[in-house]
């Protein structure tokens, strides 16, 4: 899903992340919030919708949570330097992707699930067959080994909390990561880079056996 993507790169693409905002944008405010002229901005924005990353009606360009993120994993693969593109990133750009890819496969979704007592929140659930995906985004540049095991623990917690408030429930704790090389594990959990989400989820029944899932006792 997010690989088709065949982006005719423009070094400012990175500064016009900042101008990628939900709901309607005009060339002129494009330009306007990235500081790019309105000649450039209008080339980079029909870029966009050329490889289906907003919709354009009238003369605005339409994006939606997600969109953001596809075109800056374009340019990670690209080779620009990450540094400066998840300066232009937030939280909910990174949920917004995650959860589309889960809908695009089928899962019923909910983002931000609170649960009380104590109070934990989980970024993005998915589920379908039975069986429910807890997903952490993690929306960091760089990843220490203790970072990561210490996301992954928090993660079991609130996995196992689901669980037991959740009737029937088998639940798969995930981190999904903006940028390394390849899936890895933790005490079983995959810590997955977004732009390897997709096919993630195409595999993830045939991999479960690998992965820690969590039932009631």
Request: hydrophobic letters at 40%; proline letters at 3%.
């Amino acid at each position: 899903m997010i690989h088709e993507i065949q982006l005719k790169i423009n070094p400012k693409m990175i500064v016009g992340l900042q101008g990628i905002i939900p709901g309607g944008v005009s060339v002129k405010d494009f330009s306007v919030v990235s500081k790019i002229n309105e000649s450039e901005s209008k080339t980079i924005l029909d870029e966009f919708i050329k490889n289906q990353i907003g919709t354009k009606q009238d003369n605005f360009y339409y994006f939606e949570d997600g969109d953001k993120l596809k075109i800056a994993i374009s340019l990670l693969e690209k080779g620009f330097p990450i540094d400066d593109i998840s300066i232009a990133l937030d939280w909910k750009d990174f949920e917004g992707l995650t959860a589309e890819i889960l809908s695009s496969k089928n899962f019923a979704v909910m983002k931000n699930m609170i649960m009380t007592k104590p109070r934990m929140e989980i970024d993005v659930v998915g589920i379908r067959l039975g069986v429910a995906i807890l997903i952490d985004c993690k929306h960091w540049k760089r990843y220490s080994m203790s970072s990561l095991k210490s996301a992954v623990k928090k993660q079991i917690e609130r996995t196992k909390k689901y669980v037991a408030k959740t009737e029937g429930a088998i639940a798969v704790p995930v981190i999904v990561t903006l940028y390394q090389d390849k899936v890895d594990f933790i005490e079983n959990v995959p810590i997955v880079p977004i732009f390897q989400f997709s096919s993630f989820v195409d595999e993830f029944y045939g991999n479960i056996d690998q992965m820690r899932t969590i039932e009631k006792d």
